[in-house]
């Protein structure tokens, strides 16, 4: 079966832009949970979706938002992009979400902010 | 909230074993899963353990002590290819899932 596809793989923004990553989970499943990494901090948590609905969210600004369609396709968007933006995103789709079902990781949005 | 802590760097030479810890902080428990990334590629799921013990796949093993808020990693008979980083993740209150900063493993020959 198909992975999870994270589109585009590379994207390079100017500081105040805004932008939309996009990421399709593997048929079937219904949590999408995005991650941002950077070097030396991890994978920190944005949110999760399940079903539409926001089931989760980190400790981001309001600038981060996020959505999920009806197919379970999920959106993020950043808006007024900060320098300090510039990172992997990470989308993980699984079943049913928490940690007892293994999540697939799409290949990541490496977004860089001039 | 939540936190976990490992440690950053691991050596170990190959065909031994190494075991990277990790202590959480979490309110509200289900479990705690270790996931490997390889330098550019995605992370992926290694374990899960939802209640103490130990749970062995293969050459990995993963341990879970819930009284201690800890657990580790097992990786035996190293080789080249577990070079990688390593992080656990503990799922919380509202099936909420939280990453550690990640152990890199690097095994020298």
């Known amino acids: 079966k198909a992975g999870v596809t994270q589109t585009p793989r590379y994207l390079i923004k100017t500081r105040g832009q805004q932008v939309t990553l996009s990421c399709s989970p593997i048929s079937g499943h219904r949590s999408v949970s995005w991650y941002q990494q950077t070097p030396g901090q991890g994978l920190q948590f944005l949110f999760e979706?399940?079903?539409?609905?926001?089931?989760n969210k980190g400790n981001f600004p309001g600038r981060f938002s996020g959505r999920q369609f009806s197919n379970s396709r999920s959106e993020m968007n950043v808006s007024t992009l900060e320098l300090g933006d510039s990172a992997l995103y990470l989308c993980?789709?699984?079943?049913?979400?928490?940690?007892?079902?293994?999540?697939?990781f799409g290949q990541g949005t490496r977004l860089t902010v001039v | 909230g939540q936190s976990l802590e490992q440690p950053s760097e691991v050596t170990a030479v190959e065909g031994a074993i190494v075991q990277i810890n990790c202590t959480y902080q979490t309110s509200g428990f289900y479990g705690l899963s270790w996931y490997q990334q390889h330098d550019g590629g995605a992370p992926t799921f290694l374990s899960y353990n939802a209640l103490d013990g130990l749970e062995e796949t293969g050459r990995f093993s993963s341990f879970l002590s819930r009284s201690d808020s800890y657990g580790y990693l097992l990786l035996q008979e190293l080789q080249m290819k577990d070079s990688a980083s390593y992080f656990c993740a503990v799922t919380g209150g509202y099936q909420k899932v939280t990453f550690g900063t990640g152990t890199k493993l690097q095994v020298i020959p």
């Open positions: 979706y399940f079903s539409e609905t926001q089931r």
């Open positions: 993980a789709s699984s079943l049913a979400g928490g940690g007892n079902t293994e999540a697939f």
